[in-house]
T-cell receptor, first 110, second 113 residues
Framework: TQLLEQSPQFLSIQEGENLTVYCNSS?????LQWYRQEPGEGPVLLVT?????EVKKLKRLTFQFGDARKDSSLHITAAQPGDTGLYLC??????????FGTGTSLTVIP | KAGVTQTPRYLIKTRGQQVTLSCSPI?????VSWYQQTPGQGLQFLFE???????NKGNFPGRFSGRQFSNSRSEMNVSTLELGDSALYLC????????????FGQGTRLTVV
């Protein structure tokens, strides 16, 4: 059973397009993180959201934490080939045990 | 400052053998967690160590074990390897416990043949 479900699982878009990735759960998390992982590498932390309703921006990336702290979204504006990778959300539960989402594999075609 | 260092990067073992993987966390970080990543299951939590004690454990068989040393470096051991243990093993370092940010190493790619 996956605590965190991400959608879509795969996404292939043209350079310059916008996209949104979703991370949903029936559980409440005290914080939620987004990571990007490239093939053969470990996940790299993009952002941490803590407060329900919080919105954070990182250049062309906008992250939102749901009001009830059960879901989150990642919106990318004007996607670039360098955005290609596996996007993972992770919810903090007990201690430092993070539950990872199923992942969204993004391919941006030049 | 240096990031999380995992060694070795790649490893090929035979079924039935055992393997030890190493993780050196970011300097000053005291919490180390281990994850297994496979295409079918995604990232699965193995265990977390803090102050040389295992604090949390995921749903893995007893063949998977770990330990943490006084300098916060951690090792994980897998005994009696099975083909299904082939995966990318990732170590994450955190400053302390309590939902702090986790920083990952590049991982160790284990192939069991």
């Amino acid at each position: 059973t996956q605590l965190l479900e991400q959608s879509p699982q795969f996404l292939s878009i043209q350079e310059g397009e916008n996209l949104t990735v979703y991370c949903n759960s029936s559980s409440v998390f005290s914080s939620l993180q987004w990571y990007r992982q490239e093939p053969g590498e470990g996940p790299v932390l993009l952002v941490t959201v803590v407060t329900g309703g919080e919105v954070k921006k990182l250049k062309r990336l906008t992250f939102q934490f749901g009001d009830a702290r059960k879901d989150s979204s990642l919106h990318i504006t004007a996607a670039q080939p360098g955005d290609t990778g596996l996007y993972l959300c992770a919810g903090a539960w007990t201690g430092n045990q993070f539950y990872f989402g199923t992942g969204t594999s993004l391919t941006v075609i030049p | 400052k240096a990031g999380v260092t995992q060694t070795p990067r790649y490893l090929i073992k035979t079924r039935g053998q055992q393997v030890t993987l190493s993780c050196s966390p970011i300097s000053g970080h005291r919490s180390v967690s281990w994850y297994q990543q496979t295409p079918g299951q995604g990232l699965q939590f193995l265990f977390e160590y803090f102050s040389e004690t295992q604090r949390n454990k995921g749903n893995f068989p007893g063949r998977f074990s770990g330990r943490q040393f006084s300098n916060s470096r951690s090792e994980m051991n897998v005994s009696t390897l099975e083909l299904g243990d082939s995966a990318l093993y990732l170590c994450a370092s955190s400053l302390s416990r309590g939902n702090t940010e986790a920083f990952f190493g590049q991982g160790t790619r284990l192939t069991v043949v």
